[in-house]
Nanobody
Framework: QVQLVESGGGLVQAGGSLRLSCAAS????????MAWYRQAPGKQHELVAD???????NYADSVKGRLSISRDNVKNTVYLQMNSLKPEDTAVYYC????????????????WGQGTQVTVSS
């Protein structure tokens, strides 16, 4: 049905930058909100940022001013620009999207990507 594939993760030094991408594909009628979550060992799964179809954004306090979420509705892709990275940003980053596969869907279902590893060295 719907698949989300993350890319752009990797190893970067503290203070560096990465840009994550997440492309949705499959049977898509519309996508409502899209979001980035992350989970590090010993830490809870947490929301990093989300964005509505109209471009309204929301960020975790820990990443405000450093990370920026955006989307391309033509490509069905959400991005996370990561600047001034810190070791505590090290985590597996997951994207999700609330997707309607048909105009007849009564609600948008939540789909998750497989995750991409971001490692920030000190």
């Amino acid at each position: 049905q719907v698949q989300l594939v993350e890319s752009g993760g990797g190893l970067v030094q503290a203070g560096g930058s990465l840009r994550l991408s997440c492309a949705a594909s499959g049977t898509i009628y519309s996508i409502n909100a899209m979001a980035w979550y992350r989970q590090a060992p010993g830490k809870q799964h947490e929301l990093v940022a989300d964005i509505t179809s109209g471009g309204t954004t929301n960020y975790a306090d820990s990443v405000k001013g450093r990370l920026s979420i955006s989307r391309d509705n033509v490509k069905n892709t959400v991005y996370l620009q990561m600047n001034s990275l810190k070791p505590e940003d090290t985590a597996v980053y997951y994207c999700n999207a609330r997707v309607r596969t048909s105009y007849k869907d009564s609600y948008a279902r939540l789909y998750w990507g497989q995750g991409t590893q971001v490692t920030v060295s000190s």
